[in-house]
């Protein structure tokens, strides 16, 4: 097949890559059904660590912190993202000065000088109190109260739209212009042109941003760890399960368990994965 | 076409009237401040002496200490210029790197049929979905095996062999969305897949080739698990590990050298992407298409 | 296709020969280690900051000065990614050779045979200088793991220039008890207006709870390393915190942020939003300056009150060895210059608190600057007093920290009952060391 040789040789980084990934996955699903220690080899315990899960009520409670956080945060940060990339697109005057201050939170990282920032604002006695003092009102600890320590990370992630922004804005300038000229010729605009020339023309672009923030959400693990410490807290309120995770298999030196979870998380992931590419075939418009 | 383009947009941007554009901006600046208020604290922070940074809460410092710039460059083992230029030379390999190795194995995904298509679909998308952290061990007995311990090896290599899946996948989003009649035109003036990828795909791909770059130089700049795995001296410290090497959670800390050199090293990364943005916009909407 | 085709093409061509070339230059890429062929390399890490790192280099070129035959390659990080790359290391069978270890994590590699025992090594290293209490806090059973790298204990840290602003009396800090902090710390409040809440320490560290748990007559971590605490001692407390928090002598639910960072400039007695804390006297010389230099140093309360005595003489880090070490006796000869080499303690100074070995701190005390010579005097102190001996914390230790943190928030804001935490805390406490 000629044809599948040109694909193979396109391919072959690749092929050579998932070598170097395959070998790594191969132990971490093996360890999952060992215990593991990380300082005595490990010994099969079958499938001890999948009826430990069943009982495990960190890693129910994980599991709400995270499917929570991904189906708030990732429709919120798609939805912004979408937005002002529309109205950028559209031909604002000093549009490059936008788009970069718009993308500059996600250029900032979760470095050690940002988690200070967030204390800063978000602490008891932060900048957002002192105003809500103004008003007359006296806030919460938004980042030390159970209640809102989850709410607050996500509305960190949201604030984070600029990256699915970029994305979005590169993808829009893809769009032909010969589309929006029939369209225009047809006596469509606004809304009209949206609905039936950038929205399926985008779709593909939408899908992306979908299904990685998604794979990436359920991830999600430098927020919580640098926000609250490596602890998960305030009282397991933002214990991502890849947070807790962490805790096990470097914390607690618990490996074994945390490759158990690593695949549940894994498995999940791949559903929803699956879910969506199902869905897709509904909305997303490809050229062939 | 392109001339018949601006015009239209031109249009349409004529279309709105004064006061709404107004408000718009009004309402694009609004946000806009709310973006910009870390880049302003971090600059104050880094103007307040560290043991003041904490407890001098305005943004307009009481005492200034500049003195943290310039001995926060020369007071880690390395003079900070040490750091910023291992970070660029790793950066800028595993921009290169991602650049050509995920653009090819996207366009034999996107663009081409062949046997196990799908199925290496699958298994690229699969490679996203386990948490690193349970990859930590086996991939560091991988790098200490073949003798990879304490060089750039281990952060290298992965790039050039295409081992990330999201920048397959973003290129192969943008390539279908291309229409097919390209592909059809170059192969009747007799291109093969090589030479369609390179004149017809690649050109026209301009806008997914900068965002990946952009994304690779933040997630490359920023990282720091790996680097702070495989590299033991000190003399081969990335940005992110010199910054970490200013505080002790649990003693002491030089909060205004961090914070000053924090600021330092966010320099290079909004330098890029200001000079890569221009490259976001240059899609198939400004190149033509015939 | 136009320019723009062709000019992307080139600059992709000029990002490929760059990626050709640059390895060439040798840094980072496995060539230019010029190793001196006859040194014996040895590879030592610890945790800490860029100021630690600079002494502890300044001791080191002494060492190397008087071994010329040895090496020291050093590596240093903030603790929780020390921790992650010391295990990593372990786990992939490359440890380093001399290595800074939490002291409750001392057993977890200890007892699993990644250490190696010190009370073989016979004279390699010298260790007649240390107390037996010293001494005690490496000592598992008859082996012996770790050396401290330095004492400190836990104290109480009252901001007089609080109290004198708000015209309230510190109490005597030999003799004070729980309820003359409480008294105290509502006087500081009430005086104050509410603008400053009269004291605020940490509910959920270990070294805190362990001392209210000995004064009660209670081992924390017993001899054969179960938890010893009991349910009534637990919920005393949690109990005594919340009361003080209802009497406002202690901040509200939410104010304190358990994880904020532990730094002295980020602590809230730095600014000035509490008047009282319990800090570790190696740490007293930063938190003094950051409050402005008016810092008493008490001793925790209840210490003549209760049972017995609670205070105990601890150490920030540990000094180990791994087992797999390929140079056991050079590394020893460097442990050794450590604990022992008053030239080498004085380059070193006190960050990681007072010389073990009492000779050596003697000798290094008038030295000091006067913050560091008060840490150091109340350490002698207590050192010279009889305090019921401590053990060394269990397999599982190092999880009660999160354990108690998550209980105790629960119980800050009302969730759970005092007992109900406690409770709580005893069986999952339990379970950890167990497991």
Request: with cysteine.
């Amino acid at each position: 097949m000629r044809k599948d040789r040109a694909a193979y040789l396109f391919l072959l980084p690749w092929l050579v890559g998932i070598l170097f990934t395959v070998g790594p996955f191969v132990v971490s699903l093996y360890l999952a059904f060992t215990d593991y220690n990380l300082l005595t080899p490990p010994h099969w315990s079958g499938l001890a660590n999948v009826r430990e899960m069943i009982g495990d009520v960190h890693l129910h409670q994980s599991l709400k912190v995270t499917f929570i956080y991904t189906l708030v945060s990732v429709p919120l940060s798609l939805g912004a993202a979408l937005a002002v990339a529309m109205v950028l697109h559209r031909g604002v005057r000093g549009l490059a000065v936008y788009r970069s201050i718009y993308y500059l939170p996600s250029l900032l990282g979760s470095s050690v000088a940002i988690v200070m920032l967030w204390r800063y604002l978000f602490g008891y006695q932060g900048v957002v109190n002192q105003f809500l003092g103004r008003l007359g009102i006296q806030g919460p600890g938004w980042t030390s109260d159970p209640h809102f320590a989850l709410s607050t990370l996500i509305l960190l992630h949201v604030w984070t739209f600029g990256a699915p922004m970029v994305i979005f804005l590169a993808g829009l300038k893809q769009i032909p212009a010969m589309y929006y000229e029939a369209a225009a010729m047809d006596g469509a605009s606004g809304w009209r042109q949206f609905r039936s020339v950038t929205l399926p023309l985008l779709s593909p672009i939408i899908f992306f941003n979908l299904v990685q923030s998604m794979i990436a959400s359920f991830q999600t693990f430098t927020q919580g760890y640098v926000m609250s410490g490596g602890t998960g807290g305030p009282a397991e309120s933002t214990l991502f399960s890849n947070l807790y995770l962490y805790q096990k298999g470097f914390g607690e030196l618990d490996m074994g368990y945390a490759s158990s979870l690593a695949w549940l998380l894994l498995i999940i992931i791949a559903g929803f994965t699956a879910v969506n590419f199902l869905a897709a075939r509904y909305w997303v418009f490809y050229e062939n | 076409m392109t001339l018949t383009l601006s015009r239209l947009v031109a249009a349409r941007r004529e279309k709105l009237p004064r006061r709404v554009r107004w408000l718009r901006h009004l309402g694009l600046t609004a946000v806009g401040a709310l973006m910009m208020y870390p880049l302003i604290w971090l600059v104050s922070s880094s103007l307040k002496s560290s043991n003041t940074v904490f407890t001098d809460e305005g943004l307009w410092p009481h005492a200034w200490a500049p003195g943290n710039y310039p001995r926060g460059w020369t007071s880690l083992p390395e003079s900070f210029d040490v750091y910023l230029i291992n970070s660029l030379i790793i950066v800028t390999l595993s921009i290169a790197g991602n650049l050509m190795s995920c653009s090819l194995a996207a366009y034999a995904f996107a663009r081409l049929r062949f046997t196990g298509r799908r199925l290496f679909f699958a298994l690229m998308l699969g490679t996203m979905m386990l948490p690193g952290h349970v990859l930590t061990i086996p991939r560091y007995v991988l790098f200490d095996k073949l003798g990879w311990l304490n060089t750039y090896y281990p952060l290298l290599v992965p790039h050039f062999l295409a081992t990330n899946g999201f920048y397959i996948f973003l290129m192969v989003q943008f390539m279908r969305s291309l229409p097919t009649e390209l592909d059809d035109a170059a192969r009747i003036d007799g291109c093969g897949p090589f030479r369609t990828f390179w004149k017809v795909i690649m050109p026209l791909c301009l806008p997914a080739f900068a965002t990946t770059a952009i994304f690779t130089f933040i997630a490359v700049w920023n990282e720091f698990f790996e680097p702070l795995l495989y590299l033991t001296d000190p003399q081969l410290y990335t940005v992110p590990l010199a910054l970490r090497q200013f505080m002790d959670s649990e003693g002491q800390s030089q909060w205004g050298e961090m914070f000053a050199m924090s600021f330092v090293s966010l320099a290079p990364v909004i330098g890029f992407f200001i000079a890569g943005q221009k490259y976001l916009v240059k899609g198939i909407a400004t190149t033509g298409l015939r | 296709m136009n320019t723009v085709d062709r000019r992307g093409a080139l600059k992709l061509a000029g990002l490929a020969g760059l990626a050709a070339t640059l390895p060439a230059c040798g840094r980072g890429f496995g060539g230019g280690g010029d190793q001196k062929g006859d040194a014996v390399e040895l590879n030592m890490v610890w945790w800490g900051d860029a100021a630690r790192a600079e002494k502890t280099q300044k001791a080191l070129d002494l060492f190397h000065t008087a071994n010329p035959g040895i090496r020291v390659r050093t590596e240093y990080q903030d603790s929780s990614p020390y921790k992650d790359k010391l295990v990593t290391r372990f786990a992939a069978g490359d440890p380093p050779d001399l290595m800074a270890m939490r002291t409750d994590s001392l057993r977890e590699y200890a007892n699993r045979g990644a250490l190696l025992d010190l009370a073989q090594q016979g004279g390699k290293l010298d260790l007649s200088g240390l107390t037996d209490s010293a001494r005690g806090l490496g000592v598992v059973g008859r082996q012996n793991f770790g050396v401290p790298s330095g004492l400190n204990a836990i104290g109480f840290v009252v901001d007089k220039a609080l109290t004198d602003k708000f015209g309230v009396q510190i109490p005597d800090g030999d003799t004070w008890s729980w309820e003359d902090l409480a008294t105290f710390a509502k006087q500081v409040t009430t005086a104050s207006g509410g603008k400053v809440y009269g004291t605020n320490f940490e509910v959920w560290t270990i070294a805190n709870l362990i001392v209210w748990t000995r004064q009660h007559g209670e081992d924390f971590y017993t001899a054969d390393g179960k938890l010893g605490i009991t349910a009534a001692t637990m919920t005393g407390w949690l109990a005594m915190v919340q009361k003080m928090r209802a009497d406002k002598a202690f901040p509200p639910a939410g104010f304190i942020d358990p994880n904020g960072g532990a730094s002295a400039a980020q602590s809230y007695i730095a600014k000035k939003a509490i008047a009282s804390q319990i800090i570790p006297t190696n740490n007293f010389l930063t938190f003094d300056k950051v409050c402005g230099g008016q810092l008493q140093l008490l001793r925790i309360p209840g210490e003549t009150q209760g049972a017995r005595r609670g205070q105990s003489i601890d150490t920030p880090a540990l000094w180990s060895v791994a087992a797999k070490s390929k140079h056991p006796a050079e590394t020893l000869t460097l442990l050794n210059f450590l604990v022992n080499d008053v030239a080498g303690a004085k380059a070193a100074g006190t960050t990681r608190g007072v010389p073990a070995s009492r000779p050596v701190a003697t000798a290094i005390t008038p030295g000091l600057e006067t913050d560091d010579q008060r840490a150091s005097a109340y350490l002698a102190e207590l050192q010279n007093e009889k305090l019921p001996p401590s053990y060394s914390y269990p397999i599982g230790a190092s999880k009660l920290t999160n354990i108690l943190k998550s209980i105790s928030t629960e119980v800050e804001f009302g969730r759970k009952t005092p007992a109900a935490g406690a409770a709580e805390f005893v069986d999952a406490g339990q379970k950890a060391l167990s497991a």
